[in-house]
């Protein structure tokens, strides 16, 4: 079982810059696809980016292209999301997420991963 944690979360004014972090303890994320998804309340989760277990594909949903950038660090076995120009719609818990069924390219869909991080709040509000 992959254990996710996620970091980084909290209040930040539009405009500004927020980078999440996700950690795994027990596996190495470089053998991983992982995505990164969002809820706010009342609205269902969404995908935000991923990232390939390879590092050569990447890909982020059209409202945060340009803003958001995933990324990998293997020396650290974390999984980053660095989130600029920070609008108050992108106010939610994010999640990162794994599944170890995913081997090539990763995809948007959160019912395809099955392990899940506790999430972490961020809220753009001035």
């Known amino acids: 079982q992959v254990q996710l944690v996620e970091s980084g979360g909290g209040l930040v004014q539009p405009g500004g810059s927020l980078r999440l972090s996700c950690a795994a303890s027990?596996?190495?994320?470089?053998?991983?696809?992982i995505g990164w998804f969002r809820q706010a309340p009342g609205k269902e989760r969404e995908g935000v980016s991923c990232?390939?277990?390879?590092?050569?594909?990447?890909y982020s949903t059209d409202s945060v292209k340009g803003r958001f950038t995933i990324s990998r660090d293997n020396a650290k076995n974390t999984v980053y999301l660095q989130m600029n120009s920070l609008k108050p719609e992108d106010t939610a818990v994010y999640y990162c997420?794994?599944?170890?069924?995913?081997?090539?390219?990763?995809?948007?869909?959160?019912?395809?991963?099955?392990?899940w991080g506790q999430g972490t709040q961020v809220t753009v509000s001035s």
């Open positions: 990232i390939s277990s390879s590092d050569d594909f990447t």
């Open positions: 027990g596996h190495t994320l470089d053998a991983y696809a």
């Open positions: 997420a794994t599944d170890p069924s995913i081997t090539y390219g990763c995809y948007l869909l959160p019912g395809g991963y099955e392990y």
